[in-house]
């Protein structure tokens, strides 16, 4: 089994998203498995503008090439892992340019007779590991993992299990933190 573990923190070493994925990835790994860690803030993916997307009409260009690495990588995973922590409401940028790196009509998306989106990746289980320094999941605002599930739904991937650690900057004893964790595994 492969998994790919995306990391996404500007913080680095020093980052929560990527400690509890990285827990994550410890407790769902079993003895020969493959874990490949892709960590798009230290190493960005373009971001697209006018002149990407001119590019990317070249299948042989930089970017392009880029891209298909990219949806290559997911294409071979078994188990998808997403560090996602919350910066100003919503998903980091370098995060936001990795979707619109691997959401390709005709790879990972198509419309079928009807007019309708058809994803074109399956058979994956998908972890979704949001982290932030407030509460929002108990006031219901959802809009952060809105965009991850409609993002990841569209390209094929609905098997998505969220996992939240909230109320990192409120003073909530780390052993607490620490246990909600947990207790959303199971
Ligand atoms: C630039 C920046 C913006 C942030 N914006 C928010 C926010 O809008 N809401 C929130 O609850 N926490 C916010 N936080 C706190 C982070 O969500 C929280 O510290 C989280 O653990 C960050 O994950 P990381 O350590 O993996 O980067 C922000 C943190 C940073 C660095």
Redesign the pocket.
């Known amino acids: 089994m492969k998994i790919l573990q995306i990391k ?4 680095g070493e ?6 509890y994925t990285t827990k994550l990835v410890e407790q769902l790994k079993k003895v020969g498995d493959v874990v490949v860690v892709r960590d798009v803030a230290e190493k960005p993916v373009t971001q697209l503008s006018g002149k990407v997307l001119g590019e990317l009409q070249d299948p042989t260009s930089l970017v392009s090439r880029e891209h298909n690495t990219l949806i290559a990588e997911l294409q071979s995973a078994d188990v998808v892992v997403i ?1 996602a ?5 919503s998903v ?1 940028a370098t995060l936001k340019n990795y979707f619109d790196a691997i959401t390709k009509a005709g790879v990972t998306f198509k419309y079928n007779e009807q007019g309708q989106p058809v994803g074109l990746i399956t058979n994956k289980k998908v972890y979704v590991l949001i ?6 999941k108990e006031n219901g605002l959802t809009f952060q993992e809105d965009y991850l599930k409609v993002s990841l739904g569209f390209i094929g991937l609905s098997d998505v299990k969220f996992i939240f ?2 109320g ?2 409120m003073g909530i004893p780390p052993e607490q933190i620490e246990a909600n964790f947990k207790a959303q595994l199971g």
């Open positions: 996404s923190s500007i913080l020093n980052s929560t998203s990527s400690k560090a922590p919350m910066y100003n409401f980091p982290t932030r320094g407030g509460k929002y650690v909230e990192l900057a």
